[in-house]
């Protein structure tokens, strides 16, 4: 398998690279598997607008359909409020990235931590710290990022693609979780 190229080349990602998800089906398979999948979105999905829609809209559908948690920051949350849909939590990624590494940590409804994290929208170097901190503190963590652009320290990442490409695979990504699109 050839290793994709990270968006941000100023960087390495060390011997220790996501896979890629290049077929979104393998993500659905993966988050109807999680015992416990939470969702972090940021402001990107709102600002991005794609050709039927922006990410945001994407996200409500797989946190609805799918039965996942949103993390939103301060920013986003007014949106998915807007949209119909009670984020678990507003707060700041690295306060939640940092729950996250804790396994003493019950999560937001007192069942335990979380097994398996998605985020989309978060800015491209904050997503890259994020999941660095992750692959590191956080080892039992499966982390998929649904972002248009590869970020090589989650478990699992979409490819750099075009936002026609990228809509399409949250268009099957949320399809595949029974959503309608």
Known sequence: ?????????AETAGPLRAMLLVKPDVAVAMIKKSRRPVLVVGKSAVD?????GRPI??????????????????????????LGHQPVAMMGIVDFANRLTDPA????????NYDTLLILGL?????????SGLKHFAPDLTTLSLDRYYQPHASWSLPN????????NLRVIVKGLGGKV
């Open 105 to 112: 940590w019950k999560g937001f409804d007192g069942q335990g």
């Open 161 to 168: 693609t075009s936002d026609k490409d990228w809509e399409e």
């Open 48 to 52: 991005v607008v794609l050709s039927s």
């Open 57 to 82: 809209d994407y996200v409500v559908q797989m946190a609805k359909v799918g039965g996942i948690p949103v993390v939103a920051a301060a920013t986003v949350a007014k949106t998915l409020i807007e």
């Open 123 to 131: 800015p491209y170097y904050v997503g890259w710290l994020v999941l």
């Open 1 to 9: 398998m050839a290793l994709a190229e990270p968006w941000q080349r």
